[in-house]
Every structure is written in structure tokens, then in C-alpha cells.
């Protein structure tokens, strides 16, 4: 049977299990939290696997994080508490990658991108922890310190990866530029978003939203283009099309929503802008994207 939908079969269970969990939540943002839970128990393992030590604990960390958002736990230390070992986790592959940093030097862009997959979930983990706490960093509203750690799971981890593994299968100005504009991208939002909130430099957002959404556009083409390769399976091909062809519509909401104080009649507002584009970063851009790579990789290749 095809790679493409034997790892798709291998990972129903965690998928049905992480469903399970977000039924029983008691609050508000569920679907926020259902996509959040979606990185850690499914993306994150279908790509790096659960057999080595490290991984397994991770996964064990993960799982525990999930149950800080069942009925076992409502926000306050006790959620925290169990959040924290995911944080712990991520923050050990942050050390893996500063030391090769020490060892080796900067590294190029396009390693930096894939490396950057690895350190952009564990912001989202600090951030995770502090909503869970009931931490209000810098007077941030709950929510969006939930959809930060949300994103920074999602778009941290899945745009920057696949932003390098096009790079690297394909090294050409656009996808070379795409991980320089998503390394800049990321935390221009970031420093935007931060800018907005305290009234400064309003500029800033938009800014950093055009760069990120720029660098996302070159994966999507990229996606697309690697999707109309013939000598692939027809699942191979058809995963990359659903994935560049999520990234791209998702992107163009971003943008929208980005520009909202700029062009404001084509901003979604904030529930519109997680169930639609959350959605479409998840299920089509980051899982189907996921599979097929690992499906297109010869298997001494594969993470």
C-alpha cells in the first residue's frame, strides 16, 4: 500500500485518542484547543516519531499536557503543572540545537528554517503554560495568549519545516527566500502584534504579516509545484496539492486579517480567523503536507 496511506492509518489512533480528550473539556476556545492538542499527539510524532527515549517522553509529556485541558483540570496551577513537562521537552530540543549552533556555527537559512521547527513549539509551550496558569503576559487577553501558543505549535512548526525540506529538494531563489522571509517573518508579528497591543509603532504588524505571508506564499507554490511532479503516487501528488493549496488560501486570510487596520473590509474577524484558517494550517496544509513528504522521502531519509 501507498507510504502516504499506510502513516495516515498508523496515526488514526492518536488522532481518535486527542478527540477523545477535547470532548470532555468544560470551557470556552474548544476548537481552539482541539487544533492546538493536533500539533504535539499527532504532527509532531507522524514527523518525528515516538520510538526513541526522548521521543517517547515527549509524547508522554504531550499526552499530559492534553489532560490539562480534560476534566481532570481547570486553568490554574494544577493545569500548569501539567503542562510544564511538554515545556520541559521542548525546551531539551532547543538545547540540541544551541549546541550544534556552538559546534558547528550559524548554520544557513534554509537549516535554520528546518531548525527552526524545532524551536518555535517551545515559545508556544512557554505560552501554553502561562495560559494555563492564568499568566497574563504583558496584560495580553487569555485568548490570544492561548492562539499564541497555538500558532507558535502550528505555523512554528510546519512552516518552517517544510519551508527547508522545499529548499532542500529544490534549492532556487524562491524557496530560499521563503525560509529567509519566514526566519525574518516570524518574529516581526511577534514584535507587531506586541506593538499593536501597547499602541507604538503601528506600522509594525502589517509589516511583518506581508513578510511572513510572502515567505508562506513561496511554500505553497513550492507545495504545488512538487504536487504536479509526475514520477510521484497519485496520493503523494494529491497530499502536496491540498497542502500548498491550504497554505495559500490560508495565507491570503492571514494577509486580510494582517491588514485589518489598513483595507479593514477584508479582515475576517478573530472566530472566523481560527476556524478557517486554524483549520486549513492543520488538517489541510500541516497533515496532509506532512505525509506526503514522508511518503516522497526515501526511508534512510526520513526523520
Known amino acids: 500500500m501507498n507510504d502516504f496511506m499506510d502513516a495516515l492509518k498508523a496515526w488514526v489512533k492518536p488522532l481518535i485518542w486527542s478527540t477523545a480528550v477535547l470532548m470532555l473539556v468544560l470551557e470556552d476556545a474548544v476548537f481552539v484547543k482541539a487544533l492546538l492538542l493536533f500539533s504535539p499527539l499527532m504532527l509532531m510524532p507522524l514527523w518525528c516519531g515516538t520510538k526513541r527515549p526522548r521521543q517517547k517522553f515527549e509524547y508522554v509529556a504531550?499526552?499530559?499536557?492534553a489532560g490539562s485541558f480534560?476534566?481532570?483540570s481547570t486553568p490554574g496551577i494544577q493545569a500548569a503543572w501539567l503542562a510544564v513537562p511538554w515545556l520541559v521537552a521542548r525546551l531539551f530540543v532547543v538545547k540540541d540545537v544551541s549546541m550544534a549552533?556552538?559546534?558547528?556555527?550559524?548554520?544557513s537559512a534554509v537549516t535554520a528554517c528546518e531548525q527552526a521547527a524545532a524551536i518555535f513549539p517551545a515559545v508556544g509551550a512557554a505560552w501554553l503554560v502561562a495560559y494555563q496558569a492564568k499568566w497574563t503576559p504583558w496584560g495580553f487577553d487569555p485568548l490570544i495568549v492561548l492562539l499564541t501558543a497555538a500558532h507558535f505549535h502550528h505555523a512554528g512548526f510546519t512552516l518552517?519545516?517544510?519551508?527547508?525540506?522545499?529548499?532542500?529538494?529544490?534549492?532556487?531563489?524562491?524557496?530560499?527566500g521563503s525560509c529567509i522571509a519566514i526566519l525574518a517573518g516570524v518574529p516581526l508579528v511577534a514584535i507587531g502584534i506586541t506593538c499593536t497591543h501597547f499602541g507604538v509603532l503601528p506600522f509594525v504588524e502589517p509589516f511583518g504579516v506581508t513578510v511572513l505571508v510572502l515567505g508562506a506564499l513561496g511554500v505553497a507554490v513550492s507545495q504545488l509545484r512538487r504536487g504536479l511532479e509526475a514520477?510521484?503516487?497519485?496520493?503523494?501528488?494529491?497530499?502536496?496539492l491540498v497542502s500548498g493549496a491550504s497554505l495559500l488560501f490560508a495565507m491570503l486570510l492571514a494577509l486580510g486579517f494582517g491588514l485589518r487596520y489598513v483595507i479593514p473590509n477584508f479582515a475576517l474577524t478573530m472566530p472566523q480567523m481560527w476556524m478557517i484558517h486554524g483549520t486549513l494550517n492543520a488538517f489541510g496544509f500541516g497533515l496532509c503536507g506532512i505525509l506526503a513528504w514522508r511518503a516522497s522521502l526515501k526511508p534512510d531519509v526520513r526523520p
Open 62 to 65: 504531550a499526552m499530559m499536557m
Open 70 to 72: 480534560s476534566f481532570l
Open 101 to 107: 549552533w556552538n559546534k558547528r556555527g550559524m548554520p
Open 160 to 176: 518552517p519545516l517544510m519551508a527547508g525540506l522545499n529548499a532542500k529538494a529544490k534549492p532556487s531563489l524562491l524557496t530560499k
Open 231 to 240: 514520477p510521484q503516487p497519485t496520493m503523494t501528488r494529491f497530499g502536496f
